[in-house]
């Protein structure tokens, strides 16, 4: 499909230099890297909450057994 006048393509580069499009292009830079970053984040949590079930109640029933002992 031809571009005619009626449309045409505009990249962000084409935009006017103005304040508010500085802080939109800024703002869509950033929320893409912030986007970028959550499944990396997501398998952290995942990881984490792994080893906090693991840890967590062996933890509890090794302070049970030095309490069971020292009465």
Do not use: K
Not at 1 to 27: E, I, K, N
Not at 42 to 66: E, K, N, Y
């Amino acid at each position: 499909m031809p571009l005619t006048d009626d449309h045409q393509l505009v990249s962000w580069d084409d935009r006017p230099a103005t304040l508010a499009g500085h802080g939109l292009a800024s703002l869509v830079h950033h929320g893409e890297r912030i986007l970028a970053e959550v499944p990396a984040t997501l398998r952290r949590l995942r990881t984490l909450m792994l080893v906090l079930t693991i840890a967590v109640p062996a933890f509890l029933a090794g302070l049970l057994v030095v309490l069971w002992r020292l009465a």
